[in-house]
């Protein structure tokens, strides 16, 4: 008799704690995360980056566990400030950042929420530091969408041979392109041209600026740079009458401006971007000890419009745009 009622004690209890166990699982299982997007300007790279995230995010954690809130603050640093401290408020729990000024924002706006920069070229300039050992160390990291500058260059040198100067044509108001321009300058310099730096402050200029340098240079560079890939349809009409070819950062810019190219892809960095935010959510990974992420392939491509136009052959290996 005894026997029988620690049997049916021991049986309860193993009810009840199956029971602890399987509501707890589905709590888990039914858990939601909010996040917000923040992204500087409408353009291809970046909302290929931002689509990317997305897609990425919903895979790892399934459509109904994740709410997406997304602002765009179309060219205006101070509205990324307006869109993440809006964020804050509502507590979300991851914040992405969608290029430089995003990120910036982000940063400053709170130490608390983890946030993940995606489609900046440089973060120890974006952030302001010093000895930069790839770890940011706070509630910031994310991914890089620098291409690799010295393949750059061999690629303007590639196809243009007997080129002796060079514009780097970019925006003033964007810290990255300036990091970019001073960084492929050297390997310009190393290969025998002569650069000059052609910066415009917003998109008011970037037309007069863009057929000065096209006058002063035989090629022109872009690197990534969100004002220029917003204005490619100015800088187009500008430079190609003109016959001044355009080697670019991104195959953005390239599409719209340029003849060539070495460039990420901004979707598959941007699905890096979803796949870190993921460990973060989930709390597989911290985020103060990861390391900002670059993306795993650069490829040349080329504009087979803007080529044509101005007589250009590629080689075999450059792969169309469209």
């Known amino acids: 008799m005894k026997t029988r009622r620690i049997l049916s004690i021991a049986l309860a209890l193993i009810l009840v704690l199956t029971s602890v166990v399987a509501f707890a699982s589905c709590d888990k299982a ?25 897609d990425a995010l919903i895979a790892e954690l399934g459509e109904d566990n994740v709410e997406f809130l997304e602002q765009n603050a179309n060219g205006e640093p101070t ?62 990291s994310g991914t890089s969408d620098l291409a690799p500058l010295d393949g750059q260059a061999a690629m303007l040198t590639e196809l243009f041979p007997d080129a002796e100067k060079v514009a780097i044509l970019y925006c003033s108001a964007e810290p990255n392109s300036k990091y970019q321009a001073d960084t492929i300058r050297v390997y310009f310099e190393e290969a025998g041209l002569t ?17 000065a340098a096209a006058a002063a240079a035989d090629v022109i560079y872009i690197p ?62 911290d985020i103060s000890e990861t390391p900002v992420a670059t993306a795993d392939t650069a490829t040349k491509k080329y ?4 080529c044509e136009a101005l007589n250009i052959t590629v080689p075999e290996d450059y792969v169309a745009i469209g």
Do not use: W
């Open 30 to 54: 039914a858990e939601k995360y909010t996040v917000g997007i923040v992204q500087l300007v409408q353009h291809d790279a970046l909302d290929a980056a931002t689509q990317g995230f997305r």
């Open 79 to 140: 509205v990324c400030t307006t869109i993440v401290n809006d964020y804050v408020t509502k507590n979300v729990d991851l914040i992405m950042a969608n290029a430089t000024a995003a990120l910036q924002a982000a940063a400053n706006g709170t130490t608390t929420i983890p946030v993940l920069g995606t489609s900046v070229t440089d973060y120890a300039t974006a952030l302001d530091i010093e000895n930069f050992t790839g770890v940011i160390g706070t509630n910031v």
């Open 195 to 211: 650069c000059e730096d052609f910066a415009f402050a917003d998109s008011n200029d970037v037309a007069a600026v863009s057929a």
């Open 224 to 285: 990534t740079d969100n004002t220029a890939a917003s204005c490619t349809e100015a800088i187009n009409g500008a430079v190609l009458p003109t016959g001044t070819p355009i080697i670019a950062g991104e195959e953005g810019i390239c599409s719209g401006c340029g003849v060539a190219a070495l460039s990420i892809s901004y979707y598959d960095l941007g699905v890096k971007t979803g796949k870190m935010a993921a460990q973060v959510l989930k709390g597989e990974i």
């Open 303 to 306: 504009n087979p419009v803007n």
